[in-house]
């Protein structure tokens, strides 16, 4: 039987399946999926808490190997982890079509209230890309301990507006002339129709809160301030992160192989991130027992 | 419908999936035992929700007509834990090699005993489809029926060798691609002559004549080798199960849009129990145009009709398709 050349190991320190539990959280009318990584190490008890949002709905597919790793990462490096499909996105039920920023919002809400449950601990929240918006959002209201941020967007219109590009070139691929190109995408959503974008239905709603809804720093609210926050950029060692191409289809012919990274290196990030989250949760834990 | 998250060990990996409780509403009782349930495992490298969620939503779509419904993270992959290799390439060739084929047998076996099922159809797309295919051709899985979703012929190129046993066949002696491409090649150039004979003399252009292109056509097919990326034990798995009385439904992107080769090898197999329906204006993914429904629509209405016992009506038909008919295919020989 062949098998792959396998490197970069996600199973971190080879834990069995049971350091991980994944279930169902009911949100409304739907269930919310999560998974809890049980914190390794000799002071599981008290363990600090990481709570990782994202990636955004139509780069799941294609981010979820190194998110997944990343949380594994961090549950041997000694934090509970938990980390979420936002309802109608992967796991989770729900309607595409009906769920926008404001719901996924509350998602995140209801995940910290369900560790709060479980004994309140020191709680970093983590934001990938265009989920980034929402979990600075939270943190802004006065969730969280910690706040870090990967490649978050300057604002949620810029999101889409970027998003909308792989549309036009699905478009393109299909030559699908009569589209009418992006300003036609946008008065659709902009009359309440929804648009499939990426194999993700985006709905009016979406489109409608994405107008007010811009990357706000901790710096500049009132609960955000004195609370640890980081943003880190493609330039900081993210781009491996994101290394990986969105590659849908197998390369034919007698072509060249391509190397597309799908389980590169990421331990030099992994490593600093952590590293600062211990930090950050050092000096919260301080600064409450002072 | 209830989702579940579902962690079974399965040849000594630990994997995770999601199990779509049926409605059952409409069911009868008695025949609960006799309803099939579907596994789809994952589309390549993607999670077992699939590119756009497409596998989640379709899995929903038919649990609510009344079909369990599992979708698994296979090693390493989604949440499953496991080892990887370092590129999307070397991975994708391990599936084309069947490096998934045994453990989603296993995983059949186990869903079927745990839940009492009459049996497990095997799905995917892409590498799934593949898997599907060595699992049931090569690892006894025993599915009642198949549901494969753009398979793809062809070996995915890597710069190592994969271990193993390769798939490739001969190279062809001419270079030229597929077979379809070769014979296209040889009626273009053809017309092509005699066309440009035609406007030296100033004559009228008329249509190559007939007997000019049937012989094209039978140099071709006498002479025809499979490229040298063919995936050929996996050519050789399809048609073997393509003619057996295993039920299978093969949604593909149409002609036009998908690779030549890959429908040469369905159109040539002899189908004995196959759907081949190819759906217009969408991708290799399926999740523009419409693919995405069409997909819902077609899975629904063919497990319905091979595997009814639930109590709900049909869906309406989706837009007529373009259906491949079962013909006895020349032979392809091989240097």
Redo the contacts between chains.
């Keep these: 039987m062949p098998s792959p050349r396998t490197v970069n190991s996600s199973s971190g320190s080879r834990r069995e399946l049971e350091a991980e539990t994944a279930d169902f959280l009911d949100v409304g009318r739907e269930q919310l999926y999560y998974v809890l990584h049980a914190a390794q190490g000799s002071k599981v008890a008290a363990a600090p808490r990481v709570l990782l949002v994202g990636p955004f709905a139509s780069d799941r597919s294609h981010q979820y190997i190194a998110w997944v790793r990343w949380a594994r990462f961090l549950a041997n490096a000694g934090f509970e982890v938990m980390r979420f499909d936002g309802r109608g996105t992967g796991e989770s039920s729900g309607q595409q079509s009906e769920v926008s920023f404001s719901t996924w919002l509350e998602d995140i809400e209801a995940c910290v209230a369900w560790l709060d449950q479980r004994g309140k601990r020191p709680l970093t929240i983590h934001g990938l890309g265009g989920a980034g918006l929402n979990a600075c959002r939270v943190f802004n209201r006065g969730l969280g301990d910690a706040l870090l941020l990967w490649a978050p967007p300057e604002s949620a219109r810029d999101l889409l507006m970027g998003l909308l590009r792989r549309r036009l070139a699905a478009d393109m691929a299909l030559g699908a002339s009569k589209s009418g190109g992006r300003d036609a995408y946008v008065a659709q959503l902009e009359a309440g129709v929804s648009v499939e974008v990426d194999g993700f239905e985006w709905s009016p709603a979406l489109w409608r809160e994405s107008k007010d809804l811009r990357l706000t720093l901790p710096d500049a609210t009132e609960s955000g301030k004195a609370r640890p926050y980081k943003v880190v950029g493609m330039e900081d060692g993210l781009a491996r992160f994101y290394a990986g191409e969105r590659v849908g289809a197998p390369q034919r012919g007698r072509a060249a192989a391509k190397r597309t990274p799908l389980n590169p290196d990421l331990s030099d990030l992994f490593s600093k991130n952590a590293d600062w989250i211990r930090e950050s949760m050092a000096a919260v834990k301080a600064e409450k027992t002072s | 419908m209830?989702?579940?998250?579902v962690?079974v060990?399965v040849m000594g990996k630990?994997l995770?999936g999601?199990y779509h409780e049926p409605s059952l509403s409409m069911l009868e009782p008695t025949r609960t035992a006799e309803i099939p349930g579907v596994l789809f495992v994952n589309f390549?490298?993607?999670?077992?929700?699939?590119?756009?969620?497409?596998t989640?939503q379709v899995a929903?779509r038919l649990a609510s007509a009344g079909y369990p419904v599992f979708r698994f993270d296979l090693p390493?992959?989604?949440?499953?834990?496991?080892?990887?290799?370092?590129?999307?390439?070397?991975?994708?060739?391990?599936v084309?090699?069947?490096?998934e084929g045994?453990i989603t047998a296993a995983l059949s076996h186990e869903l079927r005993r745990r839940y009492n099922l009459s049996g497990v159809i095997l799905g995917g797309l892409?590498g799934g489809a593949i898997t599907a295919i060595f699992a049931a051709a090569e690892h006894q899985a025993a599915p009642p029926g198949l549901i494969l979703l753009e398979p793809?012929f062809?070996l995915?190129?890597?710069?190592?060798p994969?271990?193993?046993?390769g798939g490739a066949a001969t190279a062809s002696p001419r270079g030229l691609?597929s077979v379809k491409a070769m014979v296209g090649q040889t009626l273009r150039n053809g017309r092509e002559q005699i066309t440009t004979s035609a406007r030296k003399a100033g004559k009228v252009i008329l249509p190559a004549p007939i007997f000019t292109m049937a012989k094209a056509v039978r140099s071709c097919v006498r002479s025809a080798r499979l490229p040298?990326?063919a995936n050929v034990r996996l050519i050789t798995a399809y048609r073997k199960l393509a003619a057996s009385p295993v039920p299978m439904l093969v949604l593909t992107v149409t002609t036009s849009?998908g690779?030549p080769?890959d429908h040469d090898i369905l159109r040539h197999a002899k189908h004995r129990a196959v759907t081949w329906i190819e759906i217009p204006?969408?991708?290799?993914?399926f999740?523009?145009?419409g693919g995405?429904k069409a997909v819902g629509n077609h899975m629904e209405n063919w497990l319905r009709s091979r595997f009814p016992g639930v109590g709900r009506p049909h869906h309406p038909q989706a837009t007529a398709p373009a259906v491949s008919v079962a013909e006895e295919a020349p032979k392809l020989a091989r240097a």
């Design positions: 209830r989702r579940h998250v962690q060990r630990p995770v999601t390549g490298q993607t999670p077992r929700a699939g590119w756009g969620d497409l989640a929903t390493g992959l989604g949440d499953s834990p496991g080892d990887l290799p370092e590129t999307i390439e070397a991975y994708w060739r391990y084309q090699e069947g490096g045994e892409c793809v062809s995915t190129p890597v710069d190592e994969a271990a193993g046993s691609g040298a990326d849009r690779n080769f204006e969408t991708n290799h993914m999740v523009i145009g995405r």
